[in-house]
């Protein structure tokens, strides 16, 4: 199995400069991310059918499971951080290191057949819980250990990029 290099790059620039790989805008409303999180989760689980979803078709890539896996964790940590925002007033938010939390979560040997339930269950709670989200709730914010800030509507709004992109990954 191939070597994945650490990705290093802060992604939040997305919120402001868009992505030109994934088509992602940085305007997208954010009350729509839920119904995009549930049809997100159905195509994963397609992508986790597939005869190769456990393979790393291109070196430094990720298999589809990898992504998946990911997807689901980071679905799960911007429902935590969400709670969070939501309930506390101006929270640091944990860090979360994708990179490590791979290896430490061993995604190279995940089951697809066990990550497909999992992604859907972490996409139907942070969807449920923004589908909650209303008026200047919105506008509750959270930060970094760097000190980044994020509202509940630029958090949602990274997390539909990081949906857009991995699905991009996987070529779906």
């Known amino acids: 199995m191939s070597e994945i290099i650490p990705d290093t ?8 400069g868009g992505c030109s790989e994934c088509g992602f805008t940085g305007t997208e409303d954010p009350t729509g991310v839920p119904a995009t999180l549930a049809e997100a989760a ?10 190769d979803a456990t393979e790393r078709r291109s070196p430094g890539r990720w298999s589809d499971v990898e992504y ?21 007033s101006d929270p640091t938010l944990d860090n ?24 859907s269950a972490a996409a139907e ?10 008026g200047e709730e919105w506008d509750r914010r959270g930060f970094r250990s760097d ?8 958090l949602a709004l990274y997390g539909l990029h990081e949906v857009r992109h991995h699905l991009g990954d996987v070529g779906s």
Do not use: N
């Open 125 to 134: 709670s942070y969807a449920g819980l923004l589908s909650r989200v209303s």
């Open 68 to 88: 998946a896996s990911h997807m689901r964790d980071v679905l799960d940590e911007f429902r935590r951080r969400t709670e969070r925002m939501l309930t506390a």
């Open 42 to 51: 159905a195509t994963w689980q397609t992508v986790l059918t597939r005869d």
């Open 147 to 154: 000190g980044h800030a994020f509202t509940v509507a630029s």
């Open 96 to 119: 979360f290191d994708g990179d490590a939390v791979a290896i430490e979560s061993d995604y190279a040997h995940a089951d697809p057949a066990e990550v497909s339930p999992a992604l």
């Open 9 to 16: 790059r802060d992604w939040t620039d997305v919120l402001t």
